[in-house]
């Protein structure tokens, strides 16, 4: 069922016991989401508890009440509420439990949305933390420093620091108000674009010497192998930010970042400087925004690379 933000926070306003899925391979706007909506809900006590069927990323500790997200679901809970995922299978093993609940929420801010909840609010933003942000308005509660700083972290970590064109002027006054509630942007900043280990340097320089163009430098592909990983000593979330690079390619339309998750078998990120690549994404089963899309494929590496930059043409102009 389709409904508004006020409806939703009615309704979620209702319960005694919540708890919060969020996607695999957690980005900061689902961990940001997340940790604003569980301090919102418990202020009006009602326990909520966050899962991810992935650990979270070493690089978001600073925010408060990360470590108490967990892998392993307890149960008990009158109500289950989808952050920032698609569709079901975003949620990875935990995709599973996610409809057993009596009443079932999903906020997301994805056009590739499924609407698969009973409650569906799919809010076109550049982050879902907007969309959190406004439900907790019209929950009705005042948000601390901390889960201000948490919902913060996913509005500059999906608008690229503001950077990409989904940024809009309602990005930027959520933010406004963020910052004025304590959010630490410096922190984020830092935290998010700056901050590095040497080990993440070795592997993004391996993997753009590596880099493919197609199309008279249209296309543009970068790929992280389990080598590159071996060999830099990095972890697989340190890459987050390198197809950023990418589209900073002058001819650059389309960018793809390929990395190697197993034997034939890899997950793929688009960005778009005006491309549908959500179109692209959904050819493999993928999806995501129009401009920032991603999916899973399999096969041999050069067969895959063949099928991504075939489909890309296809959705360019």
């Keep these: 069922m389709k409904t508004d933000l006020p ?37 009006l006590g009602v326990r909520a508890d966050i899962y991810c069927a992935d650990e979270i990323p070493v690089k978001f500790s600073y925010l408060e009440n990360v470590g108490k997200i967990s892998r392993e679901y307890r149960g008990g809970y009158d109500a289950h509420v989808a952050l920032d995922c698609s569709d079901e299978m975003r949620m990875g093993d935990l995709g599973a ?15 590739s949305n499924t609407r698969y909840a009973k409650y569906n609010y799919v809010g076109d933003k550049a982050s879902n933390s907007e969309n959190v942000f406004e439900l907790v308005k019209c929950i009705g509660v005042t948000l601390g420093k901390a889960a201000a700083t948490a919902l913060l972290t996913g509005i500059v970590t999906d608008s ?13 006054a959520a933010a406004s108000e963020l910052k004025a509630l304590g959010g630490d942007l410096h922190l984020i900043s830092y935290k998010m ?10 592997l993004f320089a391996l993997a753009a010497n ?17 080598k590159m990983l071996e060999e830099s000593g990095a972890r697989p979330d340190e890459t987050e930010g390198f197809i950023d690079f990418v589209m900073g ?3 650059v339309e389309i960018g ?24 692209v994404a959904a050819t493999f089963g993928g999806g995501g925004h129009i401009l920032a899309s991603g999916c899973m494929i399999r096969g041999f590496y050069e067969d895959a690379v063949d099928r ?3 489909a890309c043409k296809q959705h360019m102009d």
């Design 7 to 43: 409806a939703l926070a009615a309704e979620l306003k209702k319960q005694k016991s919540a708890a919060l899925f969020i996607h695999v391979r957690p980005d900061g706007d689902a961990v940001g989401s997340a940790l604003g909506l569980q301090s919102a809900l418990t202020s």
């Design 97 to 111: 439990i996610f409809g057993k609940a009596r009443e079932t929420f999903n906020v997301d801010h994805h056009v």
């Design 160 to 172: 690229g620091n503001f950077a990409h064109n989904n940024t809009t002027a309602e990005t930027l």
């Design 210 to 226: 590596g880099i493919r163009y197609f199309s008279d430098g249209r296309i543009a592909l970068m790929t992280v192998t389990k």
């Design 308 to 310: 991504l930059v075939y």
């Design 256 to 279: 793809m970042c390929m990395m190697e998750m197993s034997d034939k078998n890899y997950k793929v990120s688009f960005r778009s400087k005006k491309a549908d690549v959500n179109a």
């Design 249 to 251: 390619v002058d001819t």
């Design 193 to 202: 674009f700056s901050e590095q280990r040497k080990e993440r340097a070795k």
